[in-house]
């Protein structure tokens, strides 16, 4: 006996008054499915485990629209569990205590218990919590729906104890079969004769970008603005054109969206491809992204990937974020797009990056040493008594501004952290760096030739002496 709880009205019922179309034709079976073939096609694991009876604690991860309410829906018409639903919004620890505390003892007379929760992700930590002990007992069979990594939005202990089954964004072609099957059921338009062409299906299934509720919900208003004639609908381009505008941008600022663009752009900039990196840019700006986030970022890949191979990337990136202050959107979007466009077809080079690894690294795993005493300031006597300054070097007084003095600690002496690329100007500062090497190689090696014949010398006076 299946028993409905909580919000189970809101994905089972058909009854609802001015039910919309996505919810009238809604599959009720595995064979009416739309997508997913990946998962749900002849022979795949999720169909077998479905149609068997066989369905562990599951997650369906994925973007809106896409089946997931619904597979949950076929899930409990065919299981022989007890089907129970879990809304976030109305879901007290108490109350998901007590459902859990009766499917314990349910378990003990040989009756499963299988629970749905929708938008997972909105649960929070005790919420979650609350069913770890009973997925761990086997008392329920949890199916969570959401459309935020789960790796970031579900408790490492739930999710271990979970299979993750990726749902894909619907394509063109799935979304033009949703379509035509929904004007083909009953169900849909009842009476109604609906007329429309392969091509304008084919723009509804373009605008609706991977989102089956969203073609429907454009199928559904344009048969409401369509010709009538009688009971026939004439749905036409020119009645679409109201309707499909402006796509709208899925990106979530808060979400792995947010993180998965930025990377995009980020990658795009560094592999050179102006266009792709302005797509990427474009993206995150439709989706309301904030344009100093966007201008930090550029900041940052201004010296972490051009460096010194274009010294004024990094005046351009900052420019650019100064105006962003200044104006704010939509104005700065194009010196977004001129700072994107310099950084991706700048001249690449990550030494500066990787200087700061390796040192970084040395700081963390090598002796920390005091800093030399020719290197600290002498401010007071008793510093100068302590030998603070003493063997200092002034470099603007050598005739190469260069000296033999040590800077580097023992720890880490002779090490290198900068080396320089041949990329644009970096390579005026590879050969500065080479030429202040050989100078050092020459001077040190004359600076030890002399130490060591002042060492001869005093070995012969001492023993003359004796």
Known sequence: MKQESMKQESLFSSSVQNEPLASRVRPQSLEQFVGQQHLLGPGKILREIIENDQVSSMILWGPPGVGKTTLARIIA??????????????????????????????????????????????????????????????????????????????????????????????????????????????????????????????IIANFADGDARMALNTLEMAVLNGQRDGDTVTVTTADLSQLVTKKFVRYDKDGEEHYNIISALH??????????????????????EDPLYIARRLI???????????????????????????????????????AVTYLSLAPKSNAIYKARLASAKDVQHTKNDPVPLALRNAPTKLMKDLGYGKGYQLAHYAKDKLTTMQTMPPSVAGHEYYVPTTQGYEGR??????????????????????????????????????
């Open 77 to 202: 018409q065919r299981t022989k569990a007890q089907f129970l639903s879990f809304s976030a919004v109305d879901s007290s620890i108490s109350s998901i205590k007590k459902i859990m505390q009766q499917a314990e003892l349910d378990r003990e007379i040989g009756q499963k218990t299988m629970v749905f929760v929708d938008e997972i992700h909105r649960f929070n930590k005790a919420q979650q919590d609350a069913f770890l002990p009973y997925v761990e007992r086997g008392s329920i069979i949890l199916i969570g729906a959401t459309t935020e990594n789960p790796s970031f939005e579900l408790n490492s202990s739930l999710l271990s104890r979970c299979k993750v089954f990726v749902f894909r964004a619907l394509t063109e072609d799935d979304i033009v079969t949703l379509l035509e099957n929904t004007l083909k059921n009953p169900a849909g338009f009842g009476t109604q004769t609906i007329k429309i062409g392969p091509e304008e299906i084919r």
């Open 267 to 288: 990658k795009s900039m560094r592999n050179s491809d102006v266009d792709a990196a302005i797509y990427w840019l474009s993206r995150m700006l439709e989706g309301g």
């Open 300 to 338: 940052r890949f201004a010296s972490e990937d051009v460096g010194l191979a274009d010294t004024n990337a990094l005046n351009v990136a900052i420019n650019v974020f100064q105006a962003c202050q200044f104006i704010g959107m939509p104005e700065c979007d194009v010196h977004l797009v001129e």
């Open 429 to 466: 500062f590879k050969a500065r760096l080479a030429q202040i090497k050989e100078w050092h190689r020459q001077h040190d090696e004359q600076e030890q030739n002399d130490e060591k014949d002042q060492g001869d010398q005093q070995d012969q006076q001492d023993h003359q002496d004796q």
